[in-house]
């Protein structure tokens, strides 16, 4: 099975640019999160997707950040513009289906998108 | 606000040299406690989940169980390819099920 693919894996780009991050997650996943991880910290849940539509996106700067997920597959995470403590790593995990009740279910990572804001 | 903390933040263990690791965590309603191994340059991988007091599960030299407040992660005999950064991660039900974190505790197994 494929696990969760992510592009590019490395960007650098200057202060004030923008920049797109794609994510292709496990077949079948009806869930997607993105997820932003800074140097010596855990990741931190920035959106998430319950097919193509936002579940939670309360910690997502809207500013600046913006994600979209067409026909409930792919996602984007489009950042403009980019400031110098963005510099972190963009995860993308999906999981089948965000928990309910007392059943909840594991996300599965891609590898991330390394950024850094010059 | 809920709190997960991991500790120690760092551990270097020599080969063989059994320990655990620590998650502590303030949520209500606890819904699963998450624990991932993440290397360097890639993403988390799963490693395990608990739902309630008093479980366990092992996979090889490791074993994860979980009390009312904190979870431990117990590596036996561990080898230089365990090293890793482990993240332990807490699922509050009461803000979309979200994923929240700890910051890791970074394990070196020297041979």
């Known amino acids: 099975e494929a696990g969760v693919a992510q592009s590019p894996r490395y960007k650098i780009i200057e202060k004030r640019q923008s920049v797109a991050f794609w994510c292709n997650p496990i077949s079948g996943h009806a869930t997607l999160y993105w997820y932003q991880q800074i140097l010596g910290q855990g990741p931190k849940l920035l959106i998430q997707f319950q097919n193509n539509g936002v579940v939670d996106d309360s910690q997502l700067p809207k500013d600046r950040f913006s994600a979209e997920r067409l026909k409930g597959v792919d996602s984007t995470l489009k950042i403009q513009p980019a400031k110098l403590e963005d510099s972190a790593v963009y995860l993308c995990?999906?999981?089948?289906?965000?928990?309910?009740?007392?059943?909840?279910?594991?996300?599965?990572f891609g590898p991330g998108t390394r950024l850094t804001v010059t | 606000e809920d709190q997960v903390t991991q500790s120690p933040e760092a551990l270097r263990l020599q080969e063989g040299e059994s320990s655990s690791l620590n998650c502590s965590y303030t949520?209500?309603?606890?819904?699963?406690l998450f624990w991932y191994r993440q290397d360097p340059g890639k993403g988390p991988e799963f490693l395990f989940t608990l739902y309630s007091a008093g479980e366990e599960k092992e996979k090889e030299r490791l074993k994860a169980t979980l009390t009312k407040k904190e979870s431990f992660l117990h590596i036996t005999a561990p080898k230089p390819e365990d090293s890793a950064t482990y993240l332990c991660a807490v699922q509050d039900p009461y803000n979309n099920n979200d994923m929240r974190f700890g910051a890791g505790t970074r394990l070196t197994v020297k041979p």
């Open positions: 995990a999906s999981s089948l289906v965000a928990g309910s009740g007392t059943v909840t279910y594991e996300q599965y």
């Open positions: 949520v209500s309603g606890l819904r699963g």
